[in-house]
């Protein structure tokens, strides 16, 4: 149940404990993708998901601004600071809970996002306000995850799949030539790089061409499929705190 | 511009300054309206009010949850405490601010959000960050605006003009029959209520019935004219700070 | 019972939940009345309304600086961030409620703290830690209201009343001749002034002749009866909270 | 100059850099000594000391509420965190600053501020923001400072000298039989008690009587002597910081 | 130079930029290993790496405890929040700056704190405070990091190679047995626990008899080659912030 | 019981609720003492004292920088704030808690650091969530403690009879001729000096030449001494809170 269409009454009559919130960032993504992606993506598959299961979930409005700082230098980009997107995917979550729907799921499709994510579901689990997980959809489609990038294969497949007004065909070209073959520049196992624009002329890394419409279905339907399984896990178990050892 | 389907090229290419951010809740509106009302009023004023002026703007996505913990004992009501949002809404225009869009239009739909959103825009403007200025549509009509309420004639009225399947007219009549007619307990000029559920039962204030789609279509004219009037006067300001005296 | 006089057995020796604390802002009030304005109104007010109740009213130490950086271009004007100020005032309405006057109601002479009062108000209320309500003098004595301003009629007249000697009857003209006519600066019904300084030249906003002793007391009589009735709407109260719905 | 009472034209006018903010706690003194002890005793020695030395002061109103929690289980008593306290008493002194009354001295009255007040004086004064220091003025009395106790010899002589309704002489022999020889309870040279109820019955520590109103003016004239002196130095002192080594 | 023994007018002899602060954890490591184990390898290898590069670096103690709530359940185990060992390590760091040791890498030897030192680095760098990157020595070692475990192979063949006499090999068979074979419980590529007694009975995952001491000196000098790997590249890395697009 | 060399195991299977954390400062200490005096001393006490009763005493890791910010004009001074230090131990020390070791002693090797210690304690106690009382060692050494200084007779005289390698004896003349009598700079009983470096040329304070191995012995045994008598009281403590008065 979409909680912006629905009405309180409605909510009132769910019996679920299930809820999910899609989780975004508004940030540069190539010339030729939206700046919108990372929203537009989660929102998909965060619907995708709900329809495969037969469980009631709640579903919460998607959070747009993200954890993007590594994007700066490119202008239409977005972001909070660290603490207080946890502090405000936390206190929404919370405030969820708060009604009962304590078994959380935060679809996300930002990879800036994910470790703090995981960080808020740690800290909501652990003092038994809801239990609550973060599912990353591009993290979550098998040898595809691979080859992520940004505005690479995963993200312009998908959107051509799902969007395909939003991608710019014609500057896949420039989109290639000023694009990264690789995320970071790496020594020793360790990404040197604190911002995109140190190693990505464009924002682009990844080839967007090995993603066409074709393989977005198969990321959406993978991920779709992924994200069910997870709701039902979710739903069936057992949340409570292990005993001292 | 809208920052979720353009690209950051597109965005590097803009010549402006100015920029909205449409900001509402998702919250209990009654038994007849959506908890998207607050989102959805507040978008569609900011997205007619930036085509009534011949200036290029910066739209910023819908920021969807707010202050609104006075309604948490109706279901589905989501909220943060004022501190994250104050935080959440200050860095995110911040970002904006970083790409030199610093003259900002926080977009209103909520009431429990207005206090907030001025502190938000003292902060910022008084540090020299950004000249921002919330505006809260239902106190921008005129005469309307005394007849407020919550789920009442006026959002009820807009939603009725700009979405009217949302609106549930099967149950217009449960909506007046357990609502409230004044917004709050008061003795000696002060509110003696900080829950909503002190004086409504269901959530409503004021009378739907009184909101039609052709009073909602007023409200949403006059609205975009005044934030497009806004606009205008944002662009144009001296923004300096005074000297000291 | 004055605490600042009072000793602790005289505290522990009454029977009572009732609390005031005076809230006020030492700032520029023109240059004709005193920067300690607003904690002389507030304490005048606040005494004279605990003398009209027939109960025992613990009276904390008034707080003297409170949030007022919109006056910084003049000198001698202090303040604290609104978290200072928020916090502040919390903790020690808290330390009352700790000993059981957990009634507490804030009367405030500053219009700067009205939103952040009624912030701690809600955040103790809902929490169950008191029930806490803010009263702000000039909003609570009726159509004399509408003449607030700053330095204007309303303090003006309640000084001359009170503290006759504060006013520098000498600066009065050049007190109106520097002033302006009403607060802030307007457009599409957004204050577009984050200083005072930017529509007012020494601070005055209003006439201040229009305030003379006369209606100085009437002010002071309105606003003791209105707080008078306040405490006792507080001391009746139920507080207790909602069901969820 | 009294900033409660002056105008912000009478603030301008002044030629000086010096400020006073006199601090004092709200809290048991005992039976027979006033809740407000701190405060009171604070602004005596702060306007005295002013009036000693042949230089423009700014003296800001006192600050009522300080760190008091260890006497929380006494009625009446008041407090605020340490965190809430420093930010308070921090900020209040930057926006004396602010206006270029930055070489500011702290009067205080109450000993469980003194860390705290150090710590601010430290931040401000390490930061260049204002030159900061502390004076408490119990502990520059010279050997009078070794019976300090708690409502005991010095506060109470203090306050027979200043204001002699305010000690319940009545109640001075039932202060002495429920006091305490010693603040704290010591092994190894540590205090093991955090609540001044763990060693005091009645909150009071010292002999009382040991502290007539004779004694009082002396403590008044050597603290006021002393504060001058600082204030002196103050003024004078080479505030910049020193070079790396 | 190690600041531990050093004094400060060595250190200011020193002509580097370059600094490592070893960072661990005090968490229960199975019944064989030290809970000390994550700082006990980290000194170790900061050490060795430091002895691999011609260049002075400055080295600081280690600190010692860090984000291990999940190991909560097990007696011994300390931790801090993610926030305040953010804090900790990021402003330890900002003071090593302070002196013009303003490249540092963190060498950390605990899964727990990987997120958050790759934040503080984000924090340090994008400000220009600093430049700043973690290392976590056990996903620096090749194919060997795939075995890391927790008490597993790779950190049991370290502290056999290192400080044999803290492994108790009589309990290496109850470790086994108690064991776990992998980190967490997945779904959907999602881990489902907080709590490592989720899934791990006695703390250990993974084999702790496929680590002997020869492994661990092959851990031990791939780990500190390419720690001094790392230090050339900080050394010599261009860190200005890239311009904007 | 050392944590950093103990198994979870070994620590389930203690029978007591003390434990002891070593807190100290990585800060100059002079020409001849290193920059980590604060924390070898701290370790070295706390050790001894552990070993002088007859219970079981959990040992925690050092906490190796403190507050230190007065020392920064001095090279390899580390220091954190106050706020992130009193999180820092206050969250260790809860940790620790979470176990049963809920009587704990801080043994401090700094004064900077206790002022904030004591607020931990104060902090944890008052809660109840833990009784907790810091134990600087220099404070505790009777008449000694007169002569503190800094990187001076106590401190110097320690560590030749504790790590006599570490002092640089052919400085010790240079430490002298660099180093000030007293700590700070003083008037009215105030010190008005916030960096060490405004009246210490070299960071010493007090004639190492004052403290030989010998009367390092001294300090030594007395400290530790003092330490067991300490432990031997918190164990015996009744840590309720008192009733209210």
Redesign the interface.
């Not at 540069?28 to 919108?36: I, N, S």
């Not at 919460?60 to 601004?65: D, F, Y």
């Not at 980009?77 to 997107?85: G, I, L, P, Q, R």
């Not at 020594?187 to 040197?192: A, L, W």
């Given at each position: 149940m979409d909680?912006?269409?629905?009405?309180?009454?409605?909510?009132?009559d769910?019996e679920t404990d299930l809820a999910i919130v899609p989780v975004g960032s508004?940030e540069?993504?190539?010339?030729?993708?939206?700046?919108?992606t990372d929203?537009?993506t989660a929102e998909a598959i965060a619907d995708a998901g709900i329809e495969r299961v037969d469980r009631e979930v709640?579903r919460?409005?998607?959070?747009?601004?993200g954890i993007a700082?590594?994007h700066?230098?490119?202008?239409?980009?977005?972001?909070?600071?660290?603490?207080?997107?946890r502090?405000?995917v936390g206190?929404?979550v919370a405030?969820?809970a708060?009604?009962g729907f304590d078994r959380v799921v935060l679809v996300n499709g930002h990879g800036g996002n994910v470790?703090a994510l995981?960080?808020v579901?740690?800290r909501l689990?652990?003092a038994g306000d809801a239990y609550v997980?973060?599912?990353t959809w591009f993290?979550?489609v098998g040898e595809h995850?691979d080859d992520m990038g940004h505005g690479g294969p995963l993200e312009t497949g998908l959107l051509r799949h799902l969007e395909p007004a939003?991608i710019?065909e014609d500057?896949i070209e420039a989109a290639r030539a000023g694009g990264a073959d690789g995320w970071g520049e790496w020594?020793?196992?360790?990404?040197?790089a604190?911002?995109a624009?140190?190693f990505t002329?464009?924002?682009v890394v990844g080839d967007p061409d090995d993603g066409d419409a074709k393989r977005g279905e198969e990321l959406f339907e993978g991920a779709a499929d992924?994200?069910a399984?997870?709701l039902e896990?979710?739903a069936e178990?057992d949340v409570s705190?292990?005993?001292?050892?």
């Open positions: 909680l912006t269409t629905a009405t309180w009454t409605d909510v009132r769910l508004t540069q993504h190539g010339p030729h993708a939206p700046l919108g929203v537009l709640v919460a409005p998607a959070i747009p601004v700082e590594e700066r230098q490119f202008p239409g980009t977005m972001w909070v600071s660290e603490d207080t997107f502090d405000y206190e929404a405030s969820l708060h009604h470790d995981r960080e579901g740690g689990t652990r997980v973060p599912f993290a979550a995850s939003l710019r500057r020594t020793s196992y360790v990404n040197m604190y911002d624009a140190e002329e464009n924002g992924a994200l399984r997870l896990a979710v178990r705190r292990p005993e001292r050892r």
